[in-house]
């Protein structure tokens, strides 16, 4: 001790609460310097009288420790739960505004793409306005050509779809009409059915549901153009397009004039049935007249 104050003051040091067991003891100390009448001077502070550190230290060094943390490499093994897409919905889920929605029925779905923001799936604009062109409407009231009728079996007169389109597209052009959904497809049993508007020119013509049978679900798909095409004939009836087969007197003139009904044998099961076909016409296999 005696040695330590010998060297201390040769040095100009003034050591303060320093003991010889606390030396021997190894305590942890720690020195401050400070400037006293321009000499250094050093004071020894024992470990259990110094200030705790301050919160600010403890933040800054969980703060560098959890960074650390964050940028080791994580080798724990892949989680089993699938990814989330990268799109905003899910299909079959919710949209990315959190509504539901089911796609997987799109079918049947009535708020359809091409129909949103659309007025024509409940607008009656232009309804009744005023006739179309004379022009216009000698074509759709033309008289119907004979040779274009048709019969089913069970003695119902009808003109092919096909005619009553090209009979539109010379009346209005190309473009200058369509067929509108007015709601989704409804299913009755084994009838698929929906409504549909017939816009001419940017008018509201007509209204009409069209209705298709189907068998199994293989068959929905064309059942949907089905119901298409008889809405289009029945919506064509308010623009007088083939009103004829609307007459029972010309039904019952025209097949008198050009049917015939006649019994047929089914070439398989062998069954008998009293059928109608147009007389320029031959009964098709598996029918046959014996």
Partial sequence: MQRLSLLSRALGVYTVGFTKSQLSSGVRTACVQQQVRGQSSVRVIPAYKRPSPSPAKESSNSVQTSQAAEEEPDFSPPSSQPATPAFGGELGGRSGN???????????????????????????????????????SEMLMAPVTESDIEIKPDGLLYLPEIKYRRILNRAFGP???????????????????????????????????????FFDESGLATATEGCKSNALVRCCKDLGVASELWDPAFITQFKAKRCVEEWVTHAVKGSKKRMWRLKERQWDYPWTKK
Avoid: K
Avoid at 107 to 120: A, I, K, M, T, V
Avoid at 175 to 198: D, F, K, M, N
């Fill in 175 to 213: 473009g200058g009409w369509g067929l509108v959904p007015r709601g989704a497809h409804s299913v009755s049993g084994r009838t698929l059915s929906r409504e549909y508007a017939l816009v001419c020119l940017g008018r509201f013509i007509s209204q009409a549901r069209g209705e298709q049978d």
């Fill in 98 to 136: 959190g509504e539901q929605q089911d796609l997987s029925g799109s079918l049947f779905n009535p708020d359809e793409g091409y129909l949103q923001g659309s007025h024509w799936s409940t607008s009656f604009q232009g309804m009744a306005t005023q006739p179309f062109d004379p022009r216009i």
